[in-house]
């Protein structure tokens, strides 16, 4: 039996109140696993950062969690329209999210500021209307 | 199994027909069904009482102290919860209830409610004194506590180091029927009368302190029928005792800890799965403003425990009238030199899977294998309340995966296909075995 665990999630678009179903799992499943609490949490914020952000931008996708003894690796990947300035959505506060999404509270410009903070590791691979793929690392 | 604390729901098995009912309810999935009986695992039960409210068998037997104990004692207190006043018809003035409970028998009355408007005033000055470890969770509703310590760990450190009112309405009321009586501590009984289970074992084992000083336990709905025939008697002439005031009343309702708080920074949740929600939710940091967050597990606060008898939020609007009369608070002592916590509380990794971390791979592997082969209808025939629940139980070593009747049934089916295809080869011509011996 291999030394990692992958586990596998599909996002789905348009629905809110869905979202974070997915880092639910994962902190469930960590828990289970006996992780410490504060890389459950680091894990589960950063995941829920990136769930909202497929919902709110990209029409969903798949997220895929890797557990091995080093580390904690989470591929977020949508086919979304891609991230025009990566810089620019890095800053905290900066958004483009519509009108009616920031109205329900999303759309801060917290999200990648966020999964940067709660990560020790950030890589995006964005290309216009193909999509973007996240990943993040959080060591053990 | 080993037992963290003693606990206060019993299974009789004699009444139990093996249904799912109580497996489907248990919020920390405590519960299997086993050779058709309902079995508690102690270390994963927080005595939130669902499983007694649910199970129409009535197998589920909150645990607490008869009312025969009271011979025990030359001189018996009754500490009633605020949850009591909320249980009688048109009861406007709170010294009939306490008056009732002298003629029921007690020596002596002293009000949880009035212990409880202590714990505001000092709930208030760590409030003011510890803005780090802001959102301060209420530790009052000891259900909550217990999950907390077993499932959120990061939460530990915003727990309310502070006695719950019971505890210390037990001590002054123990330290003051000394004094007038002069009896020793022994001959003293400290009754509490609770609305639940969870504040029974509670007493019995204590968190975040060494020893109770409440020496029984009992339910609000074997006194009431006691207090019941001596009401109308109580109600020609009252004595004056209340001191209870608004503040101390209202820790019977959901929302009224917080209320005593005079800081409008907080959030009040009731029933115990909507707690599951806020606490999942605070450990992600989704709230950043709160300073003070109230949890009750019954649904409506206190009066929703299963120990009492009225409908928790007909009682709620009955405590209202009963407030409309009462002063905003009644007990204006120093607030008392004891009642913080002075045990650590500490993590109960329970629900953890595997010890080394090569093993927790490979038993989570085994588990999301596992979830994916069973049907996940969470049907509960095998004992467990979910599929992944089977899953994880086997995992553990405590399940197997015939347990699943639909497995066990494919598994079956997968049998009989090859019997069949047997029986035509045994009877094809030219085929050792019974054709050969048949042709003999």
């Known amino acids: 039996m291999s030394d990692s665990l992958e586990l ?6 348009n629905d809110f109140t869905r979202a974070g179903e997915a880092s639910k799992r994962v902190k469930k499943t960590l828990k289970t696993m006996g992780m410490p609490p504060e890389i459950i949490r680091r894990v589960s914020i950063a995941i829920y950062e990136g769930e909202i952000n497929m919902v709110i931008h990209a029409n969903g996708g798949e997220i895929t969690v890797t557990v091995s003894d080093e580390d904690i690796l989470m591929v977020l990947a949508d086919q979304g329209p891609g991230i025009p300035d990566v810089e620019k959505a890095m800053q905290a506060g900066y958004s483009t999210a519509a009108e009616s999404v920031r109205n329900l509270g999303f759309g801060a410009g917290m999200g990648l500021p966020n999964m940067k903070k709660y990560t020790d590791e950030l890589s995006i691979e964005t290309e216009k209307d193909v999509g973007t793929t996240v990943t993040m690392r959080v060591m053990l | 199994m080993s037992d963290m604390y003693e606990h206060a729901v019993q299974l009789n098995r004699d009444k139990c027909v093996g249904c799912t009912n109580c497996i489907k309810r248990c919020p920390t999935g405590a519960i299997r069904v086993r050779e058709g009986k309902a079995r508690i695992n102690h270390d994963l039960c927080v005595d939130c009482g669902e499983c007694v409210r649910i199970c129409e068998h009535h197998a589920k037997v909150p645990v607490y102290d008869p009312i025969e104990r009271m011979d025990e004692f030359v001189y018996k207190v009754a500490l009633p919860a605020p949850s009591l006043y909320g249980q009688f018809n048109n009861l406007d003035d709170s010294n009939i209830l306490l008056t ?7 020596d002596s009355v002293f009000e949880v409610g009035s212990a409880a408007e202590l714990v505001s005033a000092m709930s208030r000055k760590y409030l003011d004194d510890h803005p780090e470890q ?6 009052a509703c000891p259900s909550i506590v217990k999950l907390i310590r077993i499932r959120f760990p990061s939460l530990i450190d915003h727990l309310l180091p502070i006695q719950p009112p019971v505890e210390i309405a037990a001590e002054m009321a123990r330290r003051k029927a000394v ?4 009896l020793s501590p022994e001959q003293i009984g400290i009754f509490f009368i609770s609305p639940c289970p969870a504040k029974v074992s509670a007493c019995r084992s204590p968190i975040g302190v060494k020893k109770t000083e409440v020496d029984a336990t009992l339910a609000i709905k074997d006194v009431y029928v006691r207090l019941l025939s001596v009401m109308d008697d109580a109600a020609e002439d009252p004595m004056d005792l209340a001191v209870a005031g608004r503040i101390g009343v209202g820790w019977g309702i959901s929302g009224g800890e917080a209320a005593g708080l005079i800081n409008d920074r907080y959030l009040a949740a009731d029933g115990i799965e909507n707690c599951i929600k806020v606490l999942n939710d605070l450990e992600d940091q989704k709230f950043s403003h709160l300073q003070f967050v109230e949890l009750d597990a019954c ?6 425990g299963v120990l009492t008898v009225e409908n928790p939020y007909i009682a709620k609007a009955k405590m209202s009238v009963l407030k409309k009369y009462l002063p905003v608070a009644g007990m204006h002592t120093d607030i008392p030199d004891f009642g913080r916590w002075t045990e650590e509380v500490e993590f109960e990794p329970v629900f953890t899977l595997g010890s080394n971390f090569k093993e927790k791979i490979q038993k989570m592997a085994q588990v999301e294998e596992l979830t994916k082969k069973f049907p996940g209808i ?3 025939s095998c004992g467990a309340p979910s599929c992944r ?6 995992a553990r070593g405590e399940a197997k995966e015939t347990d ?6 494919k598994n079956l089916h997968t049998i009989m296909g090859m019997m069949t295809e047997m029986d035509k080869m045994a009877f094809a011509p030219g085929i050792a075995g019974r054709e050969e011996e048949g042709s003999k």
């Open chain 1, 8 to 13: 596998k999630y599909t996002v789905d678009p």
């Open chain 2, 100 to 106: 009732a409970l002298h003629k029921m028998g007690f």
């Open chain 2, 134 to 139: 802001f959102p301060l969770i209420s530790t």
């Open chain 2, 179 to 182: 004094k007038e009586t002069g």
């Open chain 2, 299 to 304: 649904a409506g606060g206190c009066v929703g």
């Open chain 2, 378 to 380: 969470d049907c509960g």
């Open chain 2, 389 to 394: 629940a089977l899953a994880e139980d086997i």
């Open chain 2, 404 to 409: 699943c009747i639909h497995i066990l049934w």
